[in-house]
């Protein structure tokens, strides 16, 4: 199996934490984003987008797009499942994969486009957007820390399972500690008990030691 990705990619990363869930070995090719490796023909062949990650099978079949690339993994490897079993259960983690990409990451984003990529290039940050971004991110924690009252985890029967649903906000709440915005997680006491219980976990420590040495 190979992984086109980059260290710094939030999608990248959450493939990567799936396959360190499910105890796989894979081969990383980074495809440097930073100096234009995206819009390569090499890589523009693999993804029409130029972006990353890319998920390439052993017999050579890919897959883009990283919210379908982990619930393929989760399937089709072996190893402890990241999927509840229960219908009902696994249509509660599909429910919170799709918050997480409609409803809580645009909203990040807007943070981090100001506080991390506008500083990066020198610019100042608008602060009237990363206002705006703050506004969505604490309605998402605000529905978080309703759905964390008495659970572990967001999905899963009883006190739950750690699911896709977890790995799939991970990157992004790194990414607002990251850049000074961790009390948006913090100040909501269930979701701050569940960010630290997940960020403690082997695959993600993991995953974050080799993106880091990298």
Not at 48 to 77: C, M, N
Not at 154 to 159: T, V
Not at 195 to 213: T, V, Y
Request: glycine share 10%; hydrophobic share 35%; charged share 25%.
């Amino acid at each position: 199996m190979k992984v086109y990705g980059h260290p710094g990619s939030t999608c990248t990363r959450k493939v990567l934490t799936t396959l360190a869930e499910k105890g796989q070995a894979f081969e990383f090719v980074t495809v440097d984003i930073m100096k234009g490796q995206g819009r390569s023909p090499e890589h523009l062949a693999r993804q029409p987008w130029g972006q990353v990650p890319v998920f390439e099978a052993d017999d050579g079949w890919q897959l883009i797009e990283s919210r379908a690339i982990i619930r393929h993994l989760d399937a089709t490897l072996p190893g402890t499942s990241l999927t509840p079993a229960d219908p009902r259960e696994k249509a509660k983690m599909d429910e919170w994969l799709s918050i997480e990409q409609s409803n809580f990451t645009p909203s990040v984003m807007k943070i981090l486009g100001q506080l991390m990529f506008a500083r990066w290039r020198g610019e100042e940050p608008q602060m009237s957007i990363v206002e705006d971004g703050r506004v969505g991110v604490r309605k998402a924690v605000a529905e978080l820390e309703k759905r964390l009252t008495g659970r572990d985890y967001l999905a899963g029967p009883g006190g739950g399972q750690f699911s896709l649903a977890e790995i799939s906000f991970m990157p992004y709440i790194e990414y607002l500690f990251m850049c000074g915005e961790g009390g948006l997680i913090s100040e909501q006491p269930n979701t701050a008990a569940w960010w630290a219980r997940i960020s403690e976990r082997d695959s993600w420590q993991k995953i974050r030691g080799k993106l880091q040495a990298d």
